[in-house]
């Protein structure tokens, strides 16, 4: 009977996600771990405690892909051990932004996100802003309309 064998099974995708399924054979766990070329550092603007709010899940998310990140919000807090600062501080080796933040108050963070020198800003639905995206296309910053949350989960972040 092959109920107790046990199994281990991996296979990795195009994208370099690797996902691996062990337990026995009468239940089988699956488990997905993404192997990233580099992590990439990013800077969640919008960042709340509040665990229903996408920026507190896309906190999350990046922690358990690998990729090392500081948040910035309306109140100080912690996700996950990682401080949420407020206003604009100094930080160094941001490679992306990632938008949780309306448009209309996004104007009081162009020049600070600009000056962080991102490679792209990841514009999440409700932050689209054509305005400011043209803008950083200007300065050779690479503007994303997409989802955080799904380009973690589909492998293309």
């Not at 990682?82 to 933040?101: K, N, R, S």
Request: hydrophobic share 35%; proline share 7%.
């Amino acid at each position: 009977m092959l109920t107790h064998q046990k199994a281990a099974i991996s296979s990795q995708t195009a994208t370099g996600a690797e996902w691996f399924i062990t337990g026995t054979t009468e239940s089988a766990t699956i488990n997905r771990y993404v192997m990233e070329e580099s992590p990439k550092k990013t800077l969640i603007i919008g960042a709340t405690e509040n665990p229903t709010r996408y920026a507190n899940r896309a906190a999350h998310s990046l922690l358990r892909y690998g990729h090392p990140i500081e948040m910035v919000g309306l109140r100080a807090g912690r996700v996950e051990g990682h401080p949420i600062q407020t206003g604009q501080p100094e930080l160094t080796g941001i490679d992306t932004v990632t938008m949780y933040v309306g448009a209309r108050n996004q104007p009081p963070l162009y020049e600070y996100i600009k000056s962080l020198k991102p490679k792209r800003v990841i514009f999440n639905p409700g932050a689209e802003n054509p305005e400011f995206e043209a803008d950083l296309k200007k300065e050779g910053i690479e503007p994303i309309d997409a989802c955080t949350l799904v380009m973690l989960s589909v492998g293309n972040y």
